[in-house]
């Protein structure tokens, strides 16, 4: 399903984003050296409710995971790069930890990650993973516009990955939303431009490029859930929502 959004839904929208972001913003300051990221869970899902919004990931229960989710938000850490289940750890010095959310208000969905490195020791590595993901996530973004087609968010996303020497996995990538979490159309973080759907005012995209910095494989964790690089090296992770109007690419998932 591809949902097109009005002007009223586009004003909802705004707001899902800007709340989508404002927690994430929330959550960085507060992820320091022994914070446990159920704590983490805990906070954001206070946050949602005091919002009045709902959360997409509690009750998720896609093919790919094991039962519903149960939680609230992502929490990614070192060589988990996506759909990081919480569980009792406390952060350590160096860690680098994506954080991933989704949620809805007013009916209309918002869906965004940041990666950062806790506490003060910045590997080199790390901080390399999340500069690439995040000016992948800037050309995508940039490629994304009326007349424009998937393909063309695709290859700006991959070839900014490629130039920085990570492999590219594609089972997982961008997505559509609107009324719900995961839609149509898929946006892979490779392509070929001037392929697949053709962009239109009121669609709302998830652009999220994430890489892992020596291997494209993934492997599933024991919870079920969590998916890990299968070398054990480091993964980053970069999203915004964003709507295409006439003019180009509006960034929903920004603090206000």
Known sequence: MIEILNPTDLLRARDTGA???????????????GTNLLEIDEWAHRMIIEAGAQSCYV????????GPFGHYICTSVNDAVLHGLPYDYPLAEG???SLDLAVSLGGVV??????FVVGDVRPPESLALIDATERALSAGIAAAGPGARVGDISHAIGAVLSAAGYPINTEFGGHGVGSTM?????????????????????LLLA???????DTAELVTDADGWTLRSATGCRTAHSEHTIAVTHDGAEVLTLPR
């Open 19 to 33: 709340l989508v972001a404002d927690i994430l913003r929330t959550l960085k300051g507060r992820s320091v050296v």
């Open 59 to 66: 009750d998720y229960e896609p093919s790919f995971g094991r």
């Open 95 to 97: 860690d680098l930890l």
């Open 110 to 115: 918002a869906d965004s990650a940041i990666s």
């Open 182 to 202: 995961h839609q149509d159309p898929h946006v892979s973080n490779t392509g070929r431009p001037g392929r697949g759907y053709r962009l239109r005012p009121g």
């Open 207 to 213: 652009l999220e490029p994430w890489v892992m910095a």
